[in-house]
């Protein structure tokens, strides 16, 4: 099962017995708990299987939050006729009924010891009584925090393919996040169609050839596009990015992103400040030094002040969203080098 990324700093909602998706356990009571939904499956999942394996004969009932009528925990989780063991699993926890409330909060304070209930919260405050009540209890809870941080996507991508025991190049995992990483669950399906259907090392190319039309589409290739100085280019795969379906406003974040990346590594040329304190990666650090060697301060100020108007233009401050970004990706373009 692929490691989760790490999180720079502890979820507020986080407890002393909090632990990774990855890392599931076997306990009377089980919280998985947090809205990325492909983790949190992977999460119940693994509490599953854990129980298949100490007994295989294990009965799996599911009960649904949004729906529940009082009792039914009681009757799920008592014993079988023939003595087997069960893992009760309650979705969408977050959605609660008052009587799952009251329910879990009863059962949490004595739990059946040949049973494992897993209560699945997708986030929010609804239950928090339950969900008090189960962190306090000493039950351990799988978090399954969002994943949003680029680095968090690329990490979650390269845990895939280790899990799967196959070498992906960096740049083939940057690739893959730049066409898909606006979903997590497409991400996890790419890599594991890459593993079914290639061999060796997964290269850019291998990504390319079967998602080349998405990368090409993205945010991220316009925004290389416009950097390198290359107008023509960076209008062009803007266009196609827009004509299926792209939406202005991530296209603009692209472009701040990869501007703010040039920015922070001029900035520490020369200082005491790492790049790892900064969180950028050894291979971002290189190509934005390759590319700040045709970029001059007075050139980089300019594009970063477009990138700022067409932010607010295509949130609401101008008329035509897609005339701003196409004016700040040929400003962008046209600012290499300039001064």
């Avoid at 893992?87 to 049973?115: F, H, I, K, Q, S």
């Avoid at 692209?254 to 040039?262: E, I, K, S, V």
């Amino acid at each position: 099962m692929p490691s989760a990324p790490r999180s720079r700093s502890r979820s507020p909602k986080s407890s002393a017995n909090a632990r990774p998706w990855s890392d599931p356990v076997l306990a009377p009571v089980v919280l998985v708990r947090g809205p990325e939904d492909l983790l949190a499956e992977r999460a119940v999942d693994g509490v599953v299987g854990l129980a298949r394996e100490r007994d295989p004969e294990v009965e799996k009932v599911e009960l649904q939050g949004a729906d529940y009528t009082a009792g039914e925990l009681t009757v799920a989780a008592s014993p079988s006729l023939f003595g087997e063991a069960k893992v009760v699993v309650v979705r969408g926890a977050e959605a609660c009924t008052d009587d799952l409330v009251a329910d879990v909060v009863d059962y949490v304070a004595a739990p059946d010891g040949e049973t494992t209930v897993v209560v699945v919260h997708g986030g929010g405050n609804r239950g928090k009584k339950m969900l008090d009540a189960i962190t306090r209890s000493g039950a351990p809870v799988l978090q399954c925090d969002a994943i949003t941080r680029d680095a968090d996507k690329t990490a979650f991508v390269a845990g895939e393919f280790k899990a799967a025991r196959r070498r992906a190049e960096p740049a083939a995992v940057r690739a893959l996040v730049d066409a898909l990483g606006a979903d997590l669950r497409e991400l996890a399906s790419a890599c594991a169609q890459l593993v079914a259907d290639t061999s060796g090392t997964i290269g850019e190319d291998v990504v390319d050839r079967y998602y080349g039309g998405r990368v090409e589409a993205t945010g991220f290739k316009v925004a290389d596009a416009a950097v390198a100085g290359d107008a023509g280019g960076a209008v062009a795969l803007l266009r196609h990015a827009l004509a299926t379906g792209a939406d202005p406003v991530p296209v603009v974040a692209a472009l701040a992103l990869r501007l703010r990346t040039l920015a922070r590594v001029a900035a520490i040329r020369g200082g005491t400040t790492t790049a790892r304190e900064l969180g950028l990666q050894d291979w971002q650090v290189r190509n934005a030094n390759r590319d700040l060697a045709r970029w001059t301060p007075e050139g980089l100020a300019t594009a970063i002040t477009a990138v700022a108007q067409a932010d607010a233009d295509v949130k609401g401050g101008g008329r035509d969203p897609v005339y701003a970004v196409e004016r700040a990706v040929l400003t962008i373009a046209r600012s290499r080098g300039t001064r």
